[in-house]
């Protein structure tokens, strides 16, 4: 399977890509969200979307940074697992949620935003609900242009 274009020869989409990029730095550096919470909504999101190459990306990030590979392989199955806290769950509900919004009539339940600010203050809600509409757009890149999985090395991309 091959790419459909090269996003990083194309000006356009590489200088949008930039700025993408940039807003998910922001969060990583900025952010007290919890880098396993991000991780784990990163896979979820990607792992809904059926997005290859992020699906990868953000597994042996997950695995790179020291996570289980049962906690790496259970993110699909999270609600039959015991593997995860009350707050990661909170925030995977949020992030499947955020993604199935056409899914699901009304988008996010006001239970599952509760939920997650029970958890969560103010500005790592933000951070999740950032990240969430982020990897959502990543994910659709990647699906859009067929962007393969299984090649991506952890820091490739300097963080």
Request: hydrophobic fraction near 45%.
């Amino acid at each position: 399977m091959e790419a459909r274009l090269n996003l990083f020869r194309s000006p356009l989409a590489a200088k949008s890509l930039k700025h993408i990029a940039s807003a998910s730095m922001a969060i990583i550096k900025d952010s007290t969200l919890p880098s396993a919470t991000r991780d784990l909504v990163l896979l979820r999101v990607s792992q809904i979307n059926g997005c290859g190459y992020c699906t990868d990306a953000h597994a042996k990030d997950l695995a790179h940074a020291g996570e289980s590979a049962t906690r790496v392989n259970l993110v699909a199955a999270w609600r039959e697992s015991t593997v995860f806290t009350d707050a990661e769950r909170a925030a995977l509900e949020l992030a499947e949620q955020g993604t199935r919004i056409a899914d699901a009539a009304g988008g996010v339940t006001d239970e599952a935003w509760a939920n997650a600010a029970k958890h969560y203050d103010e500005e790592q809600l933000a951070a999740l609900m950032v990240l969430i509409a982020l990897i959502n757009a990543n994910n659709r890149l990647g699906v859009i242009n067929r962007q393969p999985g299984g090649d991506y090395q952890p820091g490739q991309f300097g963080y």
